[in-house]
């Protein structure tokens, strides 16, 4: 579909230490040529390859410290 | 599911506080005196529920109570009286971060050994105490995000845009099928739990009850604005780990598909609110009113203090092999995975 002069680029919000933030909806094509997608309003997109939910982030690229009480 | 449009039944009452409310719901009865109010521990059934029937007022409200009572003087006026008890032992009991970054630091921070409900069932949890858990939060969850609804006129920009924008995620975005009440009330039918609006009140234990009165009380006015962004920030950071396990519990003890999907669309859906709650919301909220970093601040860390009181408490109940709930859960149908 092409681009109508109107419309504005897709936002992307890059974090260093986080997901990439995508507008919604969003179409992934993944390594095997398999495709998900999502119509959130804005998608989570794991950078850290550490999620199960590939893709999609599921916040296991935070601290995962030992020995602590939470 | 035909749609039950009675409202909820008044509750047994707890004590004199609550029972006099009630009674003053049904307009047979005295508002509670001054001394009583005082008498009732703050975290207590009998003040908890007092205050959980005067929320619910703004809510559902409840069968055989006037709907105009919601904005009674005299009822408000009492309620205030009970909101002051519970603000203010929160305000004296709860530890405070220096600051907003300092609390979500701590909370961006997932121990791999962590002690809490979720971690609990995750690893060791059965399932009439996955049945328990969903009955009790099930007087969130059947109204999830509408507490957090109230802050919306409150806030404007980016922080009013970010939080709508989650709430709307949060409503199903448009579809009345993937509502996160409904997608709940579809892990409670998996359960055999029964799905009735206000159906567990009677059950609930009085810190259940005190983390619904916590969003209630920071929704309700707008002078807690800044704590209703904190309070939601720390749920929308602490949901998708803590759903993670808890989707993990729902698989392990055999719960059922809509019972694990709720907990799994939490994961991805919170990975992504976190993130929008911090920058937008928090960020908008804090570029336009800086001097609400310290309400943003208690928001964040009252919520932890609620939900530590909860934890410990179905946890020593269900170390002990005993119900954390006040009165038992029937099997409401026969359950099929």
């Keep these: ?70 | 599911m035909p749609h039950v449009s009675q409202e909820p039944r008044l509750p047994s009452a707890r004590g004199p506080v609550s029972a006099a409310v009630a009674e003053y719901l049904r307009g047979s009865g005295p508002l509670p005196g001054h001394a009583e109010i005082a008498d009732a521990a703050a975290y207590g059934d009998d003040l908890q529920l007092a205050l959980y029937l005067c929320y619910e007022l703004h809510y559902r409200g409840f069968d055989g109570v006037a709907p105009d009572l919601e904005w009674d003087p005299d009822l408000l006026r009492t309620r205030a009286a009970v909101e002051d008890r519970f603000l203010s032992a929160l305000r004296a009991d709860t530890a405070v971060h220096e600051s907003v970054d300092a609390a979500i630091a701590e909370l961006l921070v997932e121990p791999v050994d962590g002690s809490g409900v979720s971690h609990y069932l995750r690893k060791e949890g059965e399932l009439w105490q996955v049945r328990e858990y969903a009955a009790q939060r099930s007087l969130y969850h059947l109204k999830e995000a509408d507490p957090h609804a109230w802050v919306l006129p409150r806030l404007w920009g980016r922080a009013k845009a970010g939080m709508a924008a989650v709430e709307f995620d949060e409503y199903g975005g448009g579809r009345a099928d993937r509502v996160h009440a409904k997608l709940f009330a579809d892990l409670m039918t998996d359960l055999g739990l029964d799905t009735t609006y206000g159906r567990y009140l009677d059950a609930a234990c009085a810190e259940l009850l005190a983390t619904v009165n916590l969003m209630s009380l920071f929704g309700l006015h707008r002078s807690l604005r800044g704590a209703l962004v904190g309070h939601f920030a720390a749920v929308e950071i602490t949901s998708s780990p803590g759903s993670r396990r808890l989707a993990e519990a729902m698989r392990r003890t055999g719960a059922g598909p809509a019972a694990e999907f709720f907990y799994d669309e939490h994961v991805e859906a919170d990975a992504v609110h976190e993130q929008v709650v911090r920058h937008e919301v928090i960020g908008g909220l804090l570029a336009e009113e800086p001097q609400l970093a310290a309400d943003v601040t208690f928001g964040i860390d009252a919520t932890g203090h609620v939900e530590d009181l909860l934890a410990a408490r179905l946890l020593s109940e269900w170390r002990a092999g005993r119900s954390s709930l006040r009165s038992p859960v029937d099997m409401e149908s026969p359950h099929i995975s």
């Design chain 1, 1 to 70: 579909m092409p681009n109508s002069p109107s419309d504005r680029p897709r936002r992307i919000t890059v974090q260093r230490r986080g997901p990439l933030l995508v507008e919604g909806p969003v179409e992934v094509e993944l390594e095997d040529g398999t495709t998900v997608s999502s119509d959130r309003f804005r998608v989570a997109l794991c950078t850290c390859r550490r999620s199960r939910r590939y893709p999609w982030c599921d916040t296991s690229h935070r601290d995962r410290p030992h020995q602590r009480d939470a």
